[in-house]
């Protein structure tokens, strides 16, 4: 769409209207070991791969989040992300790199450290949005904002 106002911007324009859908991976099995409570349950890539759930942008349809781009050390207590934008020019990327920091942060132990980033070579402005999603000020200024908190929480509860 097209609007037609004083300044003859664009408005309400997509940006990729007819997305890449991929088709989702399977639920995972659910192993004895990890039905046993006295048995200590690691968190792997799946796991983390698996909250996607709860990720309506960073969806696994678009293949925004694939499991192969997330790194988990359970012993070392770090995990990394790595997104991929539906298209170079996403004004979106900064909004799912910090949806998906919240969402980890939100459902990991508080040991974790966590690095989102955008995967490399996939977006115009990957080296400014990764300077904001590593910058922990910047996230808790962001998230300090009600409106823009507001829409993480519209992002992470969507599917919900």
Request: aromatic share 4%; net charge negative; proline share 5%.
């Amino acid at each position: 769409m097209v609007g037609g106002g004083e300044g003859g911007g664009r408005v309400g324009l997509l940006e990729n209207a007819n997305p890449l859908i991929y088709e989702r991976s399977g639920e995972r099995p659910v192993t004895a070991g990890e039905e046993d409570e006295q048995v200590p349950d690691s968190i792997d890539a799946r796991e983390i791969f698996d909250i996607h759930h709860c990720w309506e942008l960073a969806d696994e349809e678009l293949n925004v989040v694939e499991q192969v781009r997330i790194q988990v050390s359970d012993p070392e207590s770090t995990v990394a992300v790595a997104f991929t934008p539906t298209i170079p020019h996403c004004s979106m990327a900064t909004l799912i790199g910090l949806s998906i920091k919240v969402k980890l942060l939100r459902s990991l132990p508080q040991r974790f450290k966590m690095d989102v980033h955008i995967t490399p070579g996939t977006h115009a402005s990957e080296h400014a949005v990764n300077k904001q999603l590593a910058d922990k000020e910047r996230v808790a200024a962001a998230l300090e904002n009600t409106h823009l908190l507001e829409v993480v929480n519209q992002c992470l509860s969507a599917r919900s």
